[in-house]
């Protein structure tokens, strides 16, 4: 199993530009999360889905943030337009519906300057 | 509410000593716990869980944690640190019921050569 799979692993973008992240969850896992990653605020949930559907999206800060889920195996974290203080790691999670844990993406690195 | 608590920012320990990082929390009902270890630039990696059954639960690298209900924790430890298991540490709890996990605000654990 490859695992969670997320890309792309860095992104830099200008202020005002769109930026979209993207997620592979487990094969067989039907909740999929992301979290948000900061120095500051530490580790935030921003959005969960459970068999596609957004359960729980209160983390997300800003109409400029959307994710979607249009499949079991692909997810998408969208924010337009970016600002630097959107600049973090953003990962993606997924679970199995035992609920007996998390597997981690590695991240995406995401630079708005 | 669900919680989890990390009381310490910073851990310091001398190589070969044993370690301890701290997790209480407060959920309702029967919780399931976990931890997680995020090295540099990583995402976050499982060590360890507490479902059901004897209290002290064993993980990865000789990491071991010990669930006690009265007091509400579910403290990481190791007999004998290494360099090498400097990182950052998460606790997660999540309700029986449901899949979305709460962390705690983690813990850097520094081990000393």
């Given at each position: ?22 997620c592979?969850p ?5 909740s999929l999360f992301w979290y ?9 949930l921003l959005i969960y889905f ?6 729980d ?18 997810s ?15 990962f993606c999670a997924s679970s ?6 998390y597997?981690f ?9 | ?98 899949n979305q996990f ?12």
């Amino acid at each position: 199993d490859a695992g969670v799979i997320q890309s792309p692993r860095h992104e830099v973008t200008e202020m005002g530009q769109e930026v979209t992240l993207r997620c592979k969850p487990i094969s067989g896992h039907n909740s999929l999360f992301w979290y948000r990653q900061t120095m500051m605020r530490g580790l935030e949930l921003l959005i969960y889905f459970n068999n596609n559907v957004p359960i729980d999206d209160s983390g997300m800060p800003e109409d400029r943030f959307s994710a979607k889920m249009p499949n079991a195996s692909f997810s998408t974290l969208k924010i337009q337009p970016s600002e630097p203080r959107d600049s973090a790691v953003y990962f993606c999670a997924s679970s199995p519906p035992s609920n007996h844990g998390y597997t981690f993406g590695s991240g995406t690195r995401l630079t708005v300057v | 509410a669900q919680s989890v608590a990390q009381p310490e920012d910073q851990v310091n320990v001398a190589e070969g000593n044993p370690l301890t990082v701290k997790c209480t929390y407060s959920v309702s009902g029967n919780p399931y716990l976990f931890w997680y270890v995020q090295y540099p630039n990583r995402g976050l990696q499982f060590l360890l869980k507490y479902i059901t059954g004897d209290n002290l639960v064993k993980g990865s690298y000789g990491f071991e944690a010990e669930f006690n209900k009265s007091q509400t924790s579910f403290h990481l430890k190791k007999p004998s640190a290494l360099v090498s298991d400097s990182a950052l540490y998460f606790c997660a709890v999540s309700p029986p019921t449901g899949n979305q996990f709460y962390f705690g605000t983690g813990t850097s654990l520094t081990v000393i050569p």
